[in-house]
């Protein structure tokens, strides 16, 4: 992610891990003027913490 995209999105109210992971591609797309494929790959980046999360309450 570079700074530029990094300001657009703070601008957008995408401040936090968590908001950027909240993000559809569509709206992430629209925010960050960013094409499809970048913008699957910065929110399923994002959303990784969400399933570590998930494996160490399940004990996998």
């Keep these: ?3 530029e995209l990094a ?3 703070t601008s957008q109210g995408v401040i936090t ?3 950027l ?3 559809s591609v569509d709206e ?3 925010a960050g003027g960013i094409d499809e494929k970048q913008a699957a790959a910065f929110i399923m ?3 990784e913490s969400w399933f570590a999360d998930e ?3 399940t004990g996998e």
């Design 1 to 3: 992610m570079t700074a």
């Design 7 to 9: 300001a657009k999105l």
């Design 17 to 19: 891990i968590d908001d």
């Design 21 to 23: 992971a909240d993000q």
């Design 28 to 30: 992430l797309v629209e």
């Design 45 to 47: 980046k994002a959303r």
């Design 55 to 57: 494996q160490t309450e």
